[in-house]
């Protein structure tokens, strides 16, 4: 008997990016799924193994051009990891052939099509979707998350600087008059498998530069997802480290009153106790615990007026494919730790 029969058919579009080639890896020990379709335009027709040779052995699938119709005849559950504005016809196309999809672009994670075309520059060609779209911020919104067709999986930075501000909006300890200062450092992978200047190796290397001050994609994303809580003004600095993978973020919340350093921790221990893929540890967290896995590790200090919250994560992993995967986990009613059980990769 076929033992993939009884697992659900999965699909991966854009299978050879850097975050499609972490999706497959985790999918690869997902004992709930079989991955039934991988696309790429610029690969099709050649044995997915070949461009990813981390899973020979493991996958004797092709690649192939991306065709809605012919993914939703193969496969039950899509994962898109498609380049911002390439996902919104097909996601359509796959959600009205009764499909459920986890969009990890940037396409539906706005609720604002008139904010879509002044981030992104161009108009949201299926504005009635992003209504429909539910934000998948897995701790935050898990039970919208349960009843949704489509997911849209949020950013990295987004994921970094979000999961440890909202213990303290909902606790209704921030002062909304001054501004949240977010200052997030990123691995090269982030920035996409494809080569650019700012990231070659000679350019990066031993080195740190911030990028797009006051103007990044992330920032809008993540006053959005504030401001459904609590509407207060941002500050956010991105930069690039001399380092593959990870998303280290520090973030200045300034508080309505000083609070302890005891108090700080028991709003995040309420939060988060019980989270699979949250970690609160005492002191600072380290990119290299969180390599290759799906946790958020979040330490907090107090500093007078402020709060200090400073957190890890892979930023291909608890920032795109593993939550991403814990997204479907949730949406099938599956546990939510299936597939993710990995404690990383260390050097």
């Known amino acids: 008997m076929d033992k993939t029969m009884d697992k659900m058919k999965v699909a991966v579009i854009g299978a050879t990016g850097y975050t ?3 999706l497959l890896r985790l999918l690869s020990q997902h004992p709930q799924v079989t991955v039934t379709c991988v696309t790429s335009e610029q690969s099709a027709g050649r044995p997915l193994a070949e461009r990813l040779p981390f899973l020979s052995g493991c996958s004797d699938l092709l690649l192939e051009p991306f065709d809605p119709a012919a993914v939703a005849a193969r496969a039950d559950f899509i994962f898109m990891a498609l380049a911002h504005t390439q996902a919104m016809d097909p996601v359509r196309s796959l959600l009205d052939a009764g499909k459920k999809v986890v969009d990890l672009s940037a396409d539906f994670r706005f609720r604002s099509a008139a904010l879509y075309k002044k981030v992104y520059g161009l108009p949201h060609r299926q504005p009635a979707l992003l209504k429909r779209a539910v934000y998948g911020l897995t701790e935050i919104h898990r039970k919208q998350i349960s009843r949704a067709h489509l997911v849209a999986n949020p950013g990295c930075y987004p994921t970094g600087a979000l999961l440890p501000i909202y213990p303290y909006l909902t606790a209704g300890v921030v002062d909304p008059a001054r501004e949240i200062i977010i200052d997030a450092k990123s ?6 498998r494809t080569p650019t200047a700012a990231t070659h190796f ?16 992330h920032q809008p994303e993540i006053a959005q997802a504030l401001s459904q809580v609590q509407k207060s003004p941002l ?12 998303i280290f973020t520090t973030t200045y919340l300034p508080l309505k009153q000083p609070l302890s350093q005891r108090r700080l921790s028991d709003i995040l221990d309420d939060a988060y106790g019980d989270e699979p893929f949250i970690r609160l540890v005492a002191g600072s967290p380290n990119l290299s615990s969180v390599r290759g896995a799906n946790f ?19 930023n291909l992993v608890k920032g795109a494919a593993g939550q991403a995967i814990q997204n479907m986990n949730v949406m099938m009613d599956w546990p939510e730790t299936l597939g993710l059980s990995t404690p990383g990769l260390f050097p």
């Open 20 to 22: 499609g080639a972490e």
């Open 187 to 192: 691995g090269i992978s982030g920035a996409g």
């Open 202 to 217: 000679p350019e990066i290397h031993e080195g740190m530069t911030a990028y797009n001050v006051g103007t990044h994609r």
């Open 235 to 246: 500050i956010f600095t991105p930069y690039l480290l001399p380092v593959n993978r990870g």
């Open 296 to 314: 958020c590790d979040i330490g907090v200090f107090a500093s007078g007026h402020y709060a200090v919250l400073i957190s890890a994560i892979d």
